[in-house]
């Protein structure tokens, strides 16, 4: 994720006249095209279906990726392991709509909290569970100043109005849960 992240710097080397100089090219291409980042999205339990809405059905990879948008998250797997740790997880979450994203839980961060407590060496996954998702947030936090310096208020080739568009997800954390119980460690 450091690498990711780091990798902008080269980018916003690039003025906003030399990228306008060949923008045109790209047409209607766009991050937005990438299949595998909304996938990495559906898999970690953030699931827009409206995103779909971008892709033509007839692009390699749609199918994958509604098949991904119905199938289990991180995050479900991730409530498994804690029942394997004694954790008590409430019915309607095992029983969830997969199709939705995930969302916080009061009773899965009490858990959460507990186990943070008791065993030492569940307490590393969470904080490694913690970095990965606080470099995901670095990275969309990046790429939104990259756009904004680049191309400002204009909206995106791929068709979204840009900027405020990118900024529906900024600070939006994966793993709730986790985050949710810091003040009270
Ligand atoms: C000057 C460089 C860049 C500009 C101006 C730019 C602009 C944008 C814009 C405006 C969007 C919103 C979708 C749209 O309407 O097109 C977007 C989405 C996206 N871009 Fe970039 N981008 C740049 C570089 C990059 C790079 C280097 C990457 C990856 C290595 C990247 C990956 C993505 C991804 C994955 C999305 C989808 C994000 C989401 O749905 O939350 N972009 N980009």
């Given at each position: 994720m450091k690498t990711l992240v780091a990798q902008v710097d080269i980018l916003e080397t690039m003025t906003p006249s030399s990228f306008s100089s060949f923008?045109?090219?790209?047409?209607?291409?766009?991050?937005?095209?990438?299949i595998q980042f909304r996938e990495l999205e559906f898999l970690l339990g953030?699931?827009?279906?409206?995103?779909?809405?971008?892709?033509?059905?007839?692009?390699?990879?749609y199918d994958r990726l509604q098949r991904r948008l119905g199938e289990s998250t991180v995050i479900d797997h991730f409530y498994d392991f804690l029942a394997t740790r004694g954790a008590q997880i409430p019915p309607a979450l095992k029983n969830r709509d997969l199709s939705q994203p995930n969302e916080p839980n009061e009773e899965v961060q009490r858990e959460i909290l507990r186990l943070y407590k008791s065993s030492p060496e569940v307490s590393i996954l969470f904080e490694l569970m913690t970095d990965f998702d606080e470099g995901l947030q670095e990275w969309r936090y990046r790429h939104i100043k990259l756009v904004e310096r680049t191309i400002g208020a204009k909206r995106g080739?791929?068709?979204?109005?840009?900027v405020p568009f990118l900024k529906q997800?900024?600070?939006?954390?994966?793993?709730h849960d986790l985050w949710a119980i810091r003040h009270q460690m």
């Open positions: 923008r045109d090219r790209l047409e209607t291409a766009s991050g937005f095209q990438s953030y699931k827009r279906s409206s995103t779909l809405a971008h892709v033509k059905p007839d692009f390699p990879g080739t791929g068709g979204s109005p840009g997800s900024l600070f939006k954390p994966i793993f």
